[in-house]
């Protein structure tokens, strides 16, 4: 069973960093395509970032762009998004995704709160 | 970036009856190889996202018939041919043709 576990979300001042991680399992990790959706607060789904399998591609929304790394570790199966330069916008439900042949976002973690306040 | 509008915003449906979601795109989502990279995925409350529909009319693993995806270019619908009452939440579009990827905002399907 493919099995996708965010963690590393909580509160955090503006001008703040968080690290998020998200734990693979159940599939071949370092075979897939990365992503990073974010929903705030009672509004829709919003593409963050993707990485290819060898962390050599990695593409980010605008929004995002030099303030936030993605990131991965094959050896421990696990996705990372470094957050810096954090403001209230940025607060949000963050989810990874696997993304599979067919061009889809097939797997999806339960997501990690991130909340930006003073 | 491609643009992705849904309609309509909410949508109250009979158990039992059919449901029809439409989906727009800002730029034809047609590839060179025939397919259309048109994804939807349906949030149930409380939930995460999940997929329903891929490559425009492709029902993931799962997922019941009743669901279907049609459309080309830049016009798509997503059809549900008897609503049950598991199938409320929020059904997103979304382009999986070029980054960045981007989502519809959602139409809300709720029982009458």
């Known amino acids: 069973e493919v099995l996708l576990v965010e963690s590393g979300g909580g509160s955090v001042q503006p001008g703040g960093s968080l690290r998020l991680s998200c734990a693979a399992s159940?599939?071949?990790?370092?075979?897939?395509?990365m992503h990073w959706v974010r929903q705030s607060p009672g509004k829709g789904l919003v593409w963050v970032s993707r990485?290819?399998?060898?962390?050599?591609?990695?593409d980010y929304a605008d929004s995002v762009k030099d303030r936030f790394i993605i990131s991965r570790d094959n050896a421990k199966n696990t996705l990372y998004l470094q957050m810096n330069s954090l403001t209230p916008d940025d607060t949000a439900v963050y989810y990874c995704?696997?993304?599979?042949?067919?061009?889809?976002?097939?797997?999806w973690g339960q997501g990690t709160q991130v909340t930006v306040s003073s | 970036d491609i643009v992705m509008t849904q309609s309509p915003l909410f949508l109250p449906v009979t158990p039992g009856e059919p449901a029809s979601l439409s989906c727009r795109s800002s730029q034809s989502l047609l590839y060179s190889n025939g397919y259309n990279y048109l994804d939807w995925y349906l949030q149930k409350p409380g939930q995460s996202p999940q997929l329903l529909i891929y490559?425009?009319?492709y029902r993931a693993s799962g997922v019941p018939d009743r669901f279907s995806g049609s459309g080309s270019g830049t016009n798509f619908t997503l059809k549900i041919s008897r609503v049950e009452a598991e199938d409320v939440g929020t059904y997103y579009c979304?382009?999986?043709?070029?980054?960045?990827?981007?989502f519809g905002g959602g139409t809300k399907v709720q029982i009458k």
């Open positions: 490559l425009n009319s």
């Open positions: 979304m382009q999986a043709l070029q980054a960045p990827l981007t």
């Open positions: 159940g599939f071949a990790f370092s075979n897939h395509w």
């Open positions: 990485i290819n399998s060898d962390e050599t591609t990695s």
């Open positions: 995704a696997r993304w599979a042949n067919g061009n889809m976002l097939d797997s």
